[in-house]
């Protein structure tokens, strides 16, 4: 049996809800300017921001911007302009600090018959968007509610030889998400199908909160949140990472081939048989994985098990449940399923 799985690279945001986040004081400011590498020339309305969050701005006529009221941690900073090459940066912040971080930006080559294929062979490119859509965003109760704004952005590419599917844009692409009240706007690096399923992407989102038109609506959105939180990667890897498991419903079943945990066969485990190690953080931890890892939430009708396995003996989570070295862990099973559709912030934990 085939189990279909892909490897998560989704570079995001890695922020902290502790207690000193709610103070504005211990806010920051990341700012500076943006330009041509080539020219040299101040380059106006660049999307800058962080990935995974609603923190980001855009540059001004003189090609600077100024991002504020940012929480400290690890951040991975996305500068994308159209006719430019995405230019992403790692940065460390702290408490009531200013950082001036400046970028200049590479222009594009474009491959003039990729362009062409939207209006050359519009069914054929529309049967391809359909395509993107179920993989991108997903066939979860979420993705019924989804909508691509501007399709017209995207770019598709098949490999009839090897049945790859390939997805790109030079734009921003955003898709509003009617079930959880976000419009998210996705920077794509790469986006690849084989055959008939997801097997790699990577993309820096950027969430808005969308203005509700009433009580019921914000509510309705609040709830799905919580939702979509619940027996989710985010959930499990949070309960883990703060030491929570006996508090919640997660069970586990260890094996060295996931042929068998799709059988159900396998070793349980229990959360003191799992291998976490502290960092120099607090707020990070490592987290050890040799074998192929089976995750049940009950009820289990309703939430289906998931599958998970790594590429070395460990990987690095943080205390909400991120994943801070996502190219290293791969999924199979109800986690495979989640795309798009059921993104969170990264700095979302439910209130309770």
């Known amino acids: 049996m085939r189990l279909k799985y892909y490897t998560i690279l989704i570079l995001f945001i890695f922020v902290f809800r502790e207690n000193i986040l709610s103070q504005s004081a211990d806010k920051c400011i990341v700012s500076g300017s ?11 309305l660049v999307n800058v921001y962080i990935s995974g969050t609603t923190y980001g701005a855009s540059t001004s006529d003189s090609g600077t911007y100024c991002i504020e009221r940012v929480p400290p941690g690890t951040y991975q900073l996305v500068f994308q302009h159209i006719g430019y090459e995405i230019e992403a940066r790692n940065i460390q912040i702290e408490m009531n600090q200013t ?19 939207q209006t050359t062979y519009p069914e054929e490119w529309q ?25 017209q952005v995207l770019n598709f590419d098949i490999n ?21 009240g976000y419009l998210l706007k996705v920077a794509i690096v790469d986006f690849k199908c084989v055959e008939d399923y997801l097997e790699y992407y990577h993309i820096y989102p950027r969430f808005e909160l969308i203005k509700a ?35 919640e419903h997660f069970k586990m079943l ?11 066969l396998g070793t349980f485990v229990d959360e003191n048989s799992l291998r976490i190690s502290d960092t120099r953080s607090p707020l990070y931890k490592r987290f050890y994985l040799n074998n192929f890892l ?59």
């Open 99 to 117: 950082y001036t971080l400046d970028a200049q930006l590479n222009p594009q080559i474009f491959n003039t018959e990729e362009i062409s294929i």
């Open 254 to 264: 260890e094996a060295n081939n996931i042929g068998w945990l799709s059988r159900g």
């Open 294 to 352: 089976k995750i049940s939430y009950s009820p289990e009708n309703i939430h289906p098990p998931s599958i998970i396995f790594l590429n070395q003996d460990f990987i690095v989570i943080d205390t909400l449940g991120n994943v801070i070295t996502p190219q290293l862990l791969h999924v199979a099973g109800a986690w495979y399923e989640r795309r798009v559709a059921d993104l969170l912030p990264m700095d979302y934990l439910p209130e309770n």
């Open 160 to 180: 009839s030889e090897t049945d790859e599917f390939f997805a790109k844009t030079d734009s921003i692409l955003q898709v509003k998400n009617n079930a959880l």
């Open 34 to 44: 943006v330009t041509d590498q080539i020219s040299g020339k101040a380059l106006t």
């Open 213 to 247: 038109v009433d009580i019921d609506e914000q509510e309705k959105w609040e709830n799905n949140r919580k939702e979509t939180y619940q027996a989710s990667l985010k959930h499990f890897f949070a309960t883990l990472a703060r030491n929570k498991m006996s508090e």
């Open 127 to 151: 049967e391809r968007l359909e395509f993107f859509a179920r993989q991108f965003i997903g066939e979860s109760a979420n993705a019924e509610e989804c909508e691509i704004i501007n399709p």
